[in-house]
């Protein structure tokens, strides 16, 4: 009997599965939900659109001009750089004697909870980072109390202000301990008795409450990791501390690619074979730099 690719269906379910577990869920797009972003042209390739507008010109009221085409809509193509998969043999002695616990369902639901989605989030922090490092700057200041804190997200919010990110949709991915601080801040602020320490606090408070706040485990916000098994920190890795991004100035698909089981056979031993491999990647666009801000410890 030939093997079934169960990968659309596994799709789906991992989705939802993102919905509840994945911190940059907001920022990945799988291929069921592709939208205008990008288009898939192959297994892990795929395009985005880069359109292009001229301005306005000086109206001519004496005469008409020859009409011409003042858009450029071009497809910009793309591979999907982590390229990742995994397999497990179940023998059905195992389901049997552990009441159904070690089954294919259940060792997959466990890998997706305990290794995949962690490790999405750890590629997608460290890319992130490794973009931004590449194409723009790392805040490596050091805010030393709440009121700090607040400060420099603050900044961050003008600096985008300033560059015309849209402020709809940005969002705030940071370390537990950094949102403690902002909650903090908010909770000092608010006892200050003067009328204009008020003023500016409730400009600065109204932007946090704007922002949509992720909190995510320092373990998944590191500069670097190792992929070899799983995802570790790399050595010489330090934390990321704040991420303030605009989705739109991120590309990020995911694509599954292949979700198979094999039943016991002579080839497996008798045994229940899984496999499963999936692509993603995410990158900063280049003419949307101003739309992503991180702030990290110095990398000694």
Known sequence: ???LNYSSVYEQ??????NAELKFTALYTPSITATNKFKFTGGKTFEIPVLTVTGYVDADRDSTALFTRNHDNTWEP??????????TLIDPKDVDETNMVVSIGNATSVFNKQEKIPEMDKYMASKLYADLLALGTINETVPA?????????DAFMESMDDLEVPEDGRIMYCRPFVYTFLKNAQGVVRQIGTTQSITETNRMLSRLD???IVRV?????????DFTIGAVPAVGAVNINMILVHPESIV???KVDEATMDSPSAVTKGKFLWYETQYWTAFLLEQRVPGL???AEVIV
């Open 13 to 18: 379910t991992l989705a939802q599965k993102f």
């Open 252 to 254: 990020a698909p995911i």
């Open 293 to 295: 801000l991180i702030n």
């Open 217 to 225: 485990p320092t373990a998944r916000m590191k500069t670097s990791y």
């Open 145 to 153: 109390d709440s009121t700090a804190w607040l400060a420099l997200f």
């Open 210 to 212: 704007d922002v949509e």
């Open 78 to 87: 793309h591979t999907m750089d982590h390229d990742r998969e995994w397999d």
């Open 1 to 3: 009997m030939a093997t």
